[in-house]
C-alpha cells in the first residue's frame, strides 16, 4: 500500500540523517487523551510514527469530551501557534475547515483511497467543500452501559432491557447498600447520560427532530420532559460525591465493584482493559436499556492545522498512519472504540468491540445511526454548549423537568 508513506519515510530517514534538520520531522499533537486507558492508546500512535522516525512533541489537555482542549487551541490559533495536529469531533472540525485554517489532504485521501473506506457519516465530518480535513482515528458511541459482572451477580440482577428493568436494577442495588450508578458530575458527562436517555425515552425520531433538526416541538415536548424525568432518577441514584468527578473515576468505582453500572462511550472500556479485566468475565457491556436498535455515535479525528499552504510531510505522514488498517486495529482494541474504515478484521477485537463493529454496521445500515448531541456530532458547539447548560441545571436540581424543558426550547433558539 501506500506509495505516499514509502515516500514519505524515505524522505524522513534521509533528513534524520541531515542531523539539525531532523528537528523538523517532528509533530506537536494536542489532544484530550490523558486517563490511563487513553494514554496507553495514544501510545499506539506515538509508537507507530516514532518506528517512522517522526517525533512526538505531546500537548495533552485533561478533560474528557475536550472542552478545556477547544479553548486552548483557539489560544494557540489566535496567537498565531496551532499546533500540527489536534483531535477534534463532528462539528468543531467543519468550523476549523470553514475558516479556512486546515490542510488539504485530499493527496493522501486519494492516493490510498479513503473516499472507499471511511464511511459516509464520518466523511460528513471529515470533508469540507470536498476537500478531506481531517483524518479519522476510530468510531466511539455513547449509548452503552458499563457494569461491574460480580455485583450485578451477587444481587441477582440481569443485563436490563428495558427502562423499567433498568429501574428495577438500580433500585435493588441501592435496597442493598451499593452505588446504583457511578457518575461524574460535569457537563460534558451529564450530556453524554441525556444523549442514551433521550434516545431511549423518545427513540429515533425523537433523537433527530430534537438534537438533529433542533425542533422546536420536540424540544418542547412532553416526551422531553419524561427525559428529564429519567435524569431525575439517575441523580437520585448517584453517591454524594458525584460532583466534578472525572469520568474515568467514575469508571474505576465501576471497575472496583464500588458501584453496578455506569452509562458512558466505549472509552470507558480502555479502562477496564488498562486494570486487565475483561468483557464476560470482569464486567459487562451493553447498550442503553431500549437503544439496542441505535447508535449515537462521535469520531475522533486528527485535523491537521496548514503551516503554510501544504500539507507538510509530517502531517501527510501522521494521517497517512492513522488511516492505516494495522494501526486501526491496534489503536481501536486498545481505545474502545471501532475502526473508522469498514475494511478493518473484528479478529483482535474483545466481546464489546466485536458488538461495537456489528452495531455500527447494522445501524448505518437500517438508518439508526445518529451523531452524539454530548460529543459534537448533532449540532454546532453554541448549541451543545447550550443543551449542555440547561442538562446540568436540571440534573443539580436548579430546575424542575418543566422548567428544563423550557429552559432548553429557550436556550436551543438562542444558540443557533
Ligand atoms: C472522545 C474520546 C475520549 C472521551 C473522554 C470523547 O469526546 O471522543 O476519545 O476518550 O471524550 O475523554
Known amino acids: 500500500m501506500r506509495k505516499l508513506m514509502k515516500t514519505t519515510t ?18 506537536e499533537v494536542l489532544h484530550w487523551w490523558t486517563s490511563g486507558g487513553e494514554a496507553a492508546a495514544l501510545n499506539v500512535l506515538k509508537g507507530d510514527l516514532e518506528s517512522q522516525g517522526i517525533g512526538w512533541q505531546d500537548m495533552p489537555v485533561a478533560g474528557g469530551g475536550g472542552t478545556e482542549a477547544m479553548t486552548v487551541l483557539r489560544a494557540r490559533v489566535t496567537s498565531g501557534d496551532a499546533p500540527t495536529a489536534v483531535q477534534a469531533l463532528g462539528f468543531d472540525i467543519l468550523d476549523w475547515g470553514a475558516q479556512g485554517a486546515l490542510a488539504d489532504l485530499n493527496e493522501v485521501a486519494a492516493q490510498e483511497g479513503w473516499d472507499d473506506v471511511v464511511p459516509a457519516a464520518l466523511q460528513a465530518f471529515a470533508k469540507y467543500d470536498g476537500k478531506w480535513i481531517s483524518a479519522p482515528v476510530n468510531v466511539h458511541s455513547t449509548n452503552w452501559v458499563w457494569a461491574n459482572k460480580a455485583v450485578l451477580d451477587a444481587n441477582g440482577i440481569a443485563v436490563p432491557e428495558t427502562w423499567e428493568d433498568f429501574v428495577a436494577a438500580v433500585e435493588t442495588l441501592s435496597a442493598a ?40 416541538e420536540a424540544l418542547g415536548s412532553d416526551t422531553m420532559k419524561q427525559a428529564f424525568d429519567r435524569m431525575a432518577f439517575i441523580r437520585a ?25 455506569q452509562m458512558m462511550g466505549d472509552w470507558a472500556k480502555g479502562e477496564f482493559l488498562n486494570a486487565d479485566k475483561v468483557p464476560g468475565q470482569d464486567f459487562l457491556c451493553f447498550r442503553f436499556p431500549g437503544t439496542q436498535d441505535q447508535v449515537t455515535f462521535n469520531a475522533d479525528q486528527f485535523m491537521m492545522f496548514d503551516q503554510g499552504g501544504v500539507v507538510s510531510e509530517e502531517q501527510a505522514a501522521l494521517a497517512s498512519a492513522i488511516l492505516s488498517p494495522s494501526f486501526q486495529s491496534a489503536f481501536n482494541v486498545v481505545k474502545g472504540s471501532v475502526p473508522a474504515r ?5 479478529a483482535d477485537f474483545d466481546a464489546c468491540g ?57 436556550a436551543v433558539s438562542i444558540a443557533q
Not at 238 to 244: A, L, R, T
Request: proline residues 2%; without cysteine; negative net charge.
Open 10 to 27: 524515505s524522505a524522513l530517514a534521509a533528513l534524520a540523517i541531515a542531523g539539525s534538520v531532523a528537528q523538523a520531522a517532528e509533530v
Open 177 to 216: 447498600g451499593v452505588t446504583p450508578i457511578a457518575h461524574g458530575g460535569q457537563a460534558w458527562q451529564d450530556a453524554t447520560v441525556f444523549d442514551a436517555v433521550a434516545m431511549s425515552t423518545g427513540g429515533p425520531d425523537f433523537y433527530k427532530a430534537a438534537f438533529i433538526d433542533m425542533d422546536e
Open 237 to 261: 441514584n448517584v453517591d454524594d460525591n458525584f460532583s466534578g468527578r472525572d469520568w474515568n473515576l467514575a469508571t474505576a468505582m465501576v471497575i472496583n465493584g464500588e458501584a453496578g453500572f
Open 342 to 346: 469498514t475494511d478493518v478484521s473484528d
Open 354 to 410: 466485536k458488538q461495537g463493529m456489528k452495531d455500527l454496521a447494522a445501524a448505518a445500515a437500517s438508518g439508526n445511526l445518529f451523531g452524539s448531541m454530548a460529543h459534537g456530532h448533532a449540532n454546532p458547539a453554541g448549541v451543545k454548549n447550550a443543551i449542555y447548560d440547561v442538562v446540568t441545571a436540571h440534573f443539580n436540581g436548579e430546575y424542575d423537568s418543566e422548567t428544563a424543558v423550557e429552559e432548553l426550547v429557550d
